[in-house]
């Protein structure tokens, strides 16, 4: 298992926590922002692979932000994967 930190930006949450196995995304936290969608995501996204989360999530925008904390979650699993395997 593989754990990985994504600093966010242009969101109320400031940090995603989550591992990987594989490219399946486990144990996904957000840290700030607001408590209802930022404990739902996580349930949703829980054993979805890499893909999938960007497929569904990396367009999603907050407002006028021009990003969000789904879509910041979709480029977290990505520079997680990508470390990942970088080694």
């Not at 989550?18 to 054993?47: K, R």
């Amino acid at each position: 298992m593989f754990h990985y930190d994504y600093k966010t930006q242009g969101t109320c949450s400031q940090l995603i926590s989550l591992d990987l196995e594989g490219n399946t995304v486990h144990n996904v936290v957000f840290y700030g922002g607001c408590p209802g969608n930022l404990t739902a995501i996580p349930i949703l996204v829980e054993g979805m692979t890499v893909e999938e989360i960007e497929n569904k999530l990396s367009a999603v925008v907050c407002g006028s932000k021009g990003t969000s904390c789904a879509a910041q979650l979709a480029l977290a699993v990505r520079a997680a994967y990508n470390q990942a395997q970088a080694g």
